[in-house]
Structure formats: C-alpha cells, structure tokens
DNA sequence: ACAATAAGTTTAGAAATACTAAACTTTGCG
DNA sequence: CGCAAAGTTTAGTATTTCTAAACTTATTGT
C-alpha cells in the first residue's frame, strides 16, 4: 500500500474535509469517533492528514455526516450550512479596533436575518452612521448598555432585550465597567460595518 | 485497517467503476497499471473487488481517466443521451386534435431549450395565447407557413427559418397544399400546448 | 487563580492489507 | 490449432491502518 503522497492530500484534502463536517455537525472528535466505530486517536490523525483512512472506512465516517462518497469529495459546497460553531465566525472588524463584530452565519445570501455577535470594551460605543429599512433585535449576553434611539436613551443589562426598526438613527455604548456582548439580528441583511 | 465489509462494496461498487471507465477509455489493464504506475494484478483484483485501493492510489488511477474523485463516486448516470431516435418523441397532443405537436427531447429538467416537432395540415393555425419571457427559434422541414408576430405576416418556406423573442403575440398557419412541419425550439422550456 | 475535566494530539505497535512479481488461465485471432 | 494478448490467482513483503494509552492543550466552574 502507498503513502499518500504529499500533492494527493493537498488536493483532496481529506482532513480538512472530514474536520469541516465534524464542526457543522457540533461533534466531538471522540463522538464521532464513537460514531464510526473507531478511535478518536485515528479521528485526529485523520484530520491533520497524519495517514490516511481505507475508503470503506473513510465510507463508515461521512455516513456519520449523511453525506455521500460524492459531496465529500465535491469541491462545491452544496449543503447549506445549519449549524455554525465558534470557528465558522467570520470577523468584521480589525483587531486593531476597539469594537468586535463577528458575523455569526457567513455567506448570508438567501437569508432574511443576519445575526452578528458584537463584543464593546468599556466605555466604548458602536454608532449608526446609515439609516436603512428593515428591524433589530439584541440580546445582552454580557454587560450592560446605552442604547440611543433618536434622542431617547435606554440601558440595558445583561440577559435584557431590545428591538426597534432602523429607521431611526441609533448606537449603543458600552456604560459597564467589563466587556459588554450583544447577540444582534438584523433583518433584512445589511452590511454596515 | 478494515477489511472492506461487503455492504460496502456493494454501494460503492469500486471494482464495477474502474472497469467501466477502463472500457469507456479502450485500456487493458496492462495499459492501464502502467499509466498508473501499478500493476496489471491489482488492476484485476480491484475490478473484481477481491482488494480494495487506497485513497491516493485511487486518485491515480482516476487521474489517468481525466475523472474527479467526486465523478467517480457519482451514483447519477452522467452519460446523457445525446441522440433521440423518433421512438424517443412524446406526442403533446391527441390524436383527434389537427395539430400535432412532438416533445424530441422528453424530460426535459435541467436544459436550456425545448425542441418540439409541429406538424400542422393544410389550412390550420396554431395559436400562442399567453406571453412569456424567452425566445424561439423554428425551421421549415416541410410545407410552407404563415408566421404573425404582433401586426405582421411572415411567409417561410421550407428550408428557411425565424427566430423571435417571446414576448409577441404570434401564430403559425400552414398557407400551403401540404403538411407543413416545424422544429421548433423554445427557450427557456415552457409547456403551452 | 486554580483544579478538574473535556477535547485533542502523539506514540508505539499489532494486525491487516495494499500492492508486487510471477505463475496460471482464459480469450481472441490468424 | 498455436500463439499471444488479456485477465486471474497466488504467495508474500513492505507498508499502513487503526488501536490503546499516555500526553498536552483548552475550557469551565468555583
């Protein structure tokens, strides 16, 4: 039996595949591992293309996933993502700036909401430059906050809510003394950050 | 490693797909183990499933058939029809209507173009009632006819053809002494008769 | 901050097999 | 029929697939 060589895990990408589809489906290496009936030693082997699975094998592991021989191997993405982990978080921000806004379902095309995590240090505050149609909708999950609608101030702590629609000019400020985060749902889909 | 379990072998049919690709390219397996860098006895223990490949071997292989790994694990019938002999042709119409119209390319999902025999007698007229967005194209075979587009009159002979977007009202009579008869391909496909 | 646990990685090695070389069998052709 | 091409089978070596378990890193709760 062969080595995989080097140019053949490069272009198939077997571990990369094998670890993308174990984050969609929010499984642990050792439940997957489970699972398939193997080891979760083997799993991270796989995934970091340390050998290389037999096909019947490589057959138990994506029947796990309800995915045929075909989409593994598919260099289209064809099965819209459900579930997004921590890792499938796109940044929208710099790192060098001070607000943290993280898109939380990239690729948002074909979608009515665009939910985005955004993270404010203390004192800091997020403003509205663009008015735009459409509705809001945050949750707290960390903090507590000053959101300003037009001239109408409103705090809101942690595990509070707040919807409006976004035809008013509006930012929020972080007026807590740790790191404020807002699970923030925007409908319909703007990118405005 | 696992012994390929014998359900497996049977859903992905390793040895039946090489053989048939092999076949499809007119290779022995001589020729074959050499272009891949193998042997012609494990060329026949693979068709015969009596072995199972590793991935990366399977790579080569399908490397030398110009195939992708998610083609050959393809469970679709990928050769299309090509050729629609007349026993292929679905009437569209009874056999008490005057007008005859032909599908010549049956099941059409996923194509671009609907092409249909029409087949009108001396005299008689075909009717478009509905607009629709798309275009048309249609050639004489037989006979001669009368084309309306909006206010105006076409005459087209055999041999001769048109081509129109469908956003006109139009019709088609046969003004001559004989059958006249129309390939007629509509795009995108839409289903009026 | 720290401890405990979850999650992932690495190591050593047993068992299995991927693949070979060559002998054997079947098929096709003149 | 004889011969060569094509395919199959056999025996075995080298390699790898996959394991169990130790180790490391990351996460969570107090």
């Known amino acids: 039996m062969r080595l995989p060589v080097l140019n053949v895990e490069d272009c198939l990408k077997i571990g990369e595949r094998l670890k993308r589809l174990r984050m969609i489906n929010s499984l642990t290496q050792e439940e997957l591992a489970s699972r398939a009936d193997l080891t979760k030693g083997f799993i991270s082997q796989l995934e970091n293309d340390a050998t290389s699975p037999s096909i019947a094998t490589l057959k138990d592991i994506v029947d796990v996933f309800g995915v045929s021989m075909q989409e593994f191997f598919s260099d289209t993405d064809d099965d819209e993502n459900v579930v997004f982990g921590k890792d499938a978080r796109v940044q929208a921000t710099d790192d060098d700036e001070k607000i943290k806004v993280e898109l ?90």
């Open 104 to 193: 939380l379902v990239p690729g948002a095309q074909n979608r009515e909401m665009d939910p985005v995590l955004v993270t404010l240090e203390p004192g800091e505050e997020m403003d509205e430059q663009q008015f735009h149609e459409g509705e809001e909708f945050g949750f707290v999950l960390l903090g507590k906050i000053q959101l300003r609608l037009d001239d109408r101030l409103h705090t809101i702590k942690k595990d509070e809510c707040f919807y409006f629609t976004s035809d008013k000019k509006h930012s929020v400020k972080n007026i807590g003394k740790t790191a404020a985060k807002i699970l923030w749902v925007v409908t319909p889909p703007t990118f405005y950050y």
